[in-house]
Structures are given as C-alpha cells and as structure tokens.
C-alpha cells in the first residue's frame, strides 16, 4: 500500500510519493482496509518481529490517535471507506476498528514495512547513503489515505544520509545501486504521542533494518549512534 508525505512544519502543502509497505490494495477502499486491519491480527508472519504491531493501514494510525489523545475514536474515520458498499462493509469496517484499538492499547512498540526504498552512491567522506526517499527528513508527515491523521518520526537526524561504516557493506550496497536495485528498509520503533491540532502520532525510531530485494539482510543500526 502507497502512503504519501508532506511537511508537518508548515510550508505550501506538497504531497509527494513516498512508500510502500507491506500489504497491497488501494487506499481508498473499505475491502482494503478490512485486509490491511485483517494482516494486522494475525500471528507474525515471515518478517514481523514478534512484539510490534505492524504501523500498515490508516486504520491502525487512527487508532493509536484516539488512544494516545485519549479520546473516544470516532467511528465516522474508520467506516468513512465503508459507506458506499453497503451496511455489512460498514459493520466490517466497525469490528475491524475495534482490534485495531485493541491492539494500540496493548502495545505501544510499532514496526514499519518499507518497500521501493531508493539509495543514491555511497558518499565515502559521510560514511553514509543519500537517500531518494523522503525519509528521515525533519518532521514530515506520512499519510495512509487523505484524512489529516498521519505519522511522523521525532528523532530522524542521524538516519539521512543513511550511516553504513562498514566498508565491505558499503561496497554491497554501492554494487546493488549500480545496478538500479531497491532496497527494504524496516523501522522498528514507539508510539510516544499523538497532537490533536493536527492529527499527528509521533515516532520515536528504536532501529532500522536494510534488506536487499530479496529480503537478505544488509546491516542494521540504532537510531542514536
């Protein structure tokens, strides 16, 4: 699924492309939603730590939204999708809002699934990867669908460029950005917050995990190294 990013610190409103993440589906349909909250319920799977929900659906979001605000959650945002096909995709929509609550209330831990992430050259004085992507870029918002409730990751400095010290990885990586390969990235991290002025649930990043195309991992580092 895509999500979108614009600046949470004001600015002229852009929206940009950004990433994908684990599940598929268009944004805007209620069925899309029901798989994504669905995926979320299940057992791990391959590739999802156990002890972190997956952060991969506006409902989820929303969900950590009422719970951190400490605000009943408004049913209207998680059937808003619904209402065109019918009661029982609105009573679907309503069950599937409830698990999701119930997972924000149970754990505050959160990892992302990130698809498509774009590394340029290794730039050997920063020890580091520039990255395409609009990640890890100040407090900009990420958008699962066109509500106001987003994300954004309250301690990103020290992950754009990407640091990777290790000269034998480096040396991986920059023959897979030669070749025109994206990577996967996972974001490991913690739900410390949500603002209700502007609808935003704030991040705080634990660690990150870089994956070939192929799922094999490259290398991992903490947020504050």
């Known amino acids: 699924m895509s999500h979108t990013a614009k600046s949470s610190a004001g600015g002229p409103g852009w929206r940009a492309l950004a990433l994908a993440t684990t599940l598929t589906g268009v944004l805007f349909a209620a069925r899309a939603v029901a798989a994504d909250v669905t995926a979320g319920a299940a057992a791990p799977s391959s590739g999802v730590a156990a ?63 990130l698809k498509d992430v774009s590394l340029n050259n290794y730039d050997a004085s920063k020890q580091a ?16 669908d066109d509500s106001p409730y987003h994300y954004f990751y309250t301690n990103p400095s020290n992950l754009n460029p990407l640091p990777c010290p290790d000269p034998a990885v480096a040396r991986t990586i920059d023959e897979r950005v030669n070749a025109y390969k994206l990577f996967e990235m996972k974001v490991y991290g913690r739900v410390t917050g949500a603002d209700a002025t502007d609808k935003s649930v704030a991040v705080k990043i634990a660690k990150i995990e870089l994956f070939d195309d192929g799922g094999h991992l490259l290398f991992e580092r903490n947020a504050g190294e």
């Open 51 to 113: 002890g972190f929900v997956p952060l991969d659906s506006a409902d989820q979001l929303k969900a950590y939204y009422f719970v951190f605000t400490r605000t009943p959650a408004d049913r209207a945002e998680f059937t808003r999708y619904a209402l065109n096909l019918g009661q029982a995709a609105v009573q679907a929509a309503d069950d599937l809002a409830d698990k999701a609550v119930e997972r924000a209330k149970a754990d505050a831990d959160i990892i992302l699934d």
């Open 129 to 144: 990867f520039p990255m395409d992507n609009r990640l890890f870029l100040g407090k900009l918002g990420y958008y699962f």
